[in-house]
């Protein structure tokens, strides 16, 4: 189904797994600000409904979407998180710096899942216009904060699985 006619945050298929166990990293950029701390909010709101300790999530800022990639290296080489969200918006303008920025961090953030065997999670929105980014960051098409945060914990239950 279309995003157009879906509120994103309703999680479909199963249940969220306990979240208290683990200890979680938020990464957040500052530029689009007004998005950008919506998505952080609803992430942190969203990992303490379903179990995580307030006192184990580390929340920082970076300057941009860009920086993203480093800060969330700085949280996996420097503190013992179980997962890392990074959350971001990149609005499209009429340059190709929207394409270079938002290629980067995707390469960059999977690159780290891969390097620290982390779930390293890819909460940027990429909208076209202002008003998209904030039918995504607690609008009509629900918090992509919240399906980060999903995705975080819904990864450490799928590693555990493995582990147990």
Request: with cysteine; net charge neutral.
């Amino acid at each position: 189904m279309s995003s157009a006619k879906k509120n994103l945050s309703n999680h479909e298929g199963a249940e969220v797994p306990d979240a208290k166990p683990f200890k979680f990293g938020i990464v957040y950029s500052e530029w689009n600000y007004e998005i950008t701390n919506s998505l952080k909010k609803a992430a942190i709101n969203t990992l303490i409904k379903h179990g995580a300790l307030k006192k184990n999530i580390v929340v920082k800022e970076v300057p941009g979407s860009f920086e993203l990639t480093l800060g969330a290296q700085y949280l996996a080489e420097f503190l013992d998180l179980d997962a890392i969200i990074c959350l971001g918006c990149v609005i499209q303008g009429e340059t190709k710096h929207f394409d270079f920025i938002c290629n980067a961090v995707a390469k960059g953030i999977t690159d780290l899942n891969i390097k620290y065997n982390q779930p390293i999670i890819f909460g940027v929105l990429t909208p076209d216009n202002h008003q998209q980014a904030i039918d995504r960051a607690g609008g009509k098409h629900g918090n992509k904060g919240d399906e980060a945060a999903i995705t975080a914990i819904k990864m450490l239950s799928l590693r555990n699985s493995f582990t147990l």
